[in-house]
């Protein structure tokens, strides 16, 4: 058989990757070092990807080629160089992959199998073929659509070509180390971590889901952006265990399909409000703007919760979901800022950043995505801290400044609030009439 060509992107794994399965028998492994993704990553992502790669590569005993440039340029001319006659891909529904893909496919057989969600954008619609806006009717159907088991390949699935061992090979890049500490990567840990959730909290994930301080989740969510673990894997496990807990997470991993299917129908949507009628909402901008725009990046509103949602994110390129709805609130409806310049910051900062997820969940929050009836939803920081961090502990954790106020009194410490913590920075109930004000003005 002849050879071929594995190009991985977003999936760097062995395990349930069926493109393997379709690749032949002996093929090269390469991954594309692409600036046009790498410069918006930021640096927690960036090196999240090269721990990634660098147990990728591990795992195929030193022979995954690793490319810098254009891939519409090098994954041709890698093709011609090795004789591949086919180039094999999960597919990439994002607006920026499709146009690349699509730009591959001139110059060689680009052969896609599977893709990164458990069911692929487009295949979930209405029963007239038109797809869904609102998510509810969709999970309905993506349940009952169902999904493949997981494909049964890994490190032997493939007789794997050295790189070096290519006459006419140039270029090869080593894979750059990370420039700070971050979180381990690569398939075995995300196994890891999947195994040791499931085992620990997945029973109480339901209840607990919500709540920052008991750190609970299953923080899979920058294992499954790039592909260390399949979501397919994940919900053959979660269909042994048909708790509330499974339930919900089984919820979870739809949300993510789901923004997903948005994105590929209406590509516009990563940068544009998903409706058009948000386009009029009145924005503050000038150097006021700029202000209070940093003190949330920095994590100096005067708002407890929102303050430790953003040191967290800072310190961990991460951040509990919960928290993550409360500080987009807070930029968007107290402050009155655009969803795209918080959702801009975020994909700079996550480990976890996924467009599709990121953008719409943003505007979830600003009202202007798939939500039926969000606009008027003002999350109040301080009874939000005090609902989900009862304690007080995420917040303490955080925020050293507070540590010195007990209980859930460190969500509003007006006659305690310690030296070298800010006052608030605005009125959050003078804001939400001037935010409903606002959106009024829409209809």
């Known amino acids: 058989m002849t050879d071929s060509l594995v190009w991985f992107r977003r999936d760097l794994r062995l395990a349930d990757l069926p493109t393997l399965s379709a690749a032949g028998e002996r093929a090269l492994a390469l991954f594309v070092l692409d600036d046009r993704l790498l410069g918006p990553s930021g640096g927690p992502r960036r090196d999240f990807l090269y721990r990634s790669l660098s147990a990728l590569d591990e795992q195929l005993g030193g022979r995954l080629l690793v490319m810098r440039g254009d891939p519409v340029e090098v994954v041709p001319r890698v093709a011609r160089t090795v004789g591949a006659l086919e180039v094999h891909v999960s597919a990439d529904y994002g607006p920026y992959g499709r146009e690349r893909d699509a730009a591959v496919a001139e110059q060689v057989e680009l052969v896609t199998t599977g893709s990164p969600y458990a069911i692929a954008p487009g295949r979930v619609t209405k029963n007239d073929g038109t797809p869904y806006r609102v998510f509810t009717p969709w999970f309905a159907r993506w349940l009952d659509h169902g999904w493949r088991a997981p494909a049964r390949t890994g490190a032997d699935s493939l007789d794997w070509i050295d790189?070096?061992?290519?006459?006419?090979?140039?270029?090869?890049?080593?894979?750059?180390?990370?420039?700070?500490?971050?979180?381990?990567?690569?398939?075995?840990?995300?196994?890891?971590?999947?195994?040791?959730?499931?085992?620990?909290?997945?029973?109480?994930?339901?209840?607990?889901?919500?709540?920052?301080?008991?750190?609970?989740?299953?923080?899979?969510?920058a294992y499954l952006k790039f592909g260390n673990i399949h979501p397919r894997t994940m919900l053959a496990d979660l269909a042994v265990g048909q708790g509330r807990g499974a339930q919900q997470y089984r919820r979870q991993l739809a949300w993510r399909d789901f923004y997903a299917d948005i994105l590929f129908q209406r590509p516009d949507s990563a940068r544009r409000n998903y409706d058009a009628k948000f386009d009029g909402l009145r924005h503050d901008t000038g150097r006021d703007a700029d202000a209070l725009f940093e003190a949330w990046c920095t994590g100096r509103t005067g708002f407890p919760i929102v303050d430790a949602g953003m040191r967290q994110l800072a310190a961990e390129g991460w951040m509990h979901n919960r928290v993550r709805m409360i500080v987009a609130s807070f930029l968007v409806k107290d402050l009155h800022l655009p969803w795209w310049r918080g959702a801009r910051y975020f994909m700079q900062r996550l480990v976890d950043g996924d467009l599709a997820s990121n953008q719409h969940g943003w505007q979830w929050t600003a009202g202007s995505g798939t939500d039926a009836a969000p606009y008027f939803r003002v999350f109040n920081p301080t009874s939000q801290g005090e609902k989900f961090d009862p304690t007080g502990d995420y917040v303490r954790r955080w925020v050293p400044e507070l540590r010195v106020v007990d209980g859930k009194a460190v969500h509003n410490p007006k006659d305690a609030r310690p030296e070298g913590y800010p006052e608030p920075i605005v009125d959050h109930a003078e804001e939400r009439r001037e935010a409903l004000a606002r959106y009024g003005e829409l209809d």
């Open 163 to 221: 790189p070096d061992d290519v006459a006419g090979m140039r270029g090869r890049a080593a894979i750059p180390a990370p420039a700070e500490p971050g979180p381990e990567a690569g398939e075995a840990v995300a196994m890891a971590r999947w195994r040791e959730f499931c085992h620990d909290d997945l029973l109480r994930y339901d209840d607990e889901r919500d709540r920052p301080d008991l750190d609970t989740t299953s923080r899979m969510s």
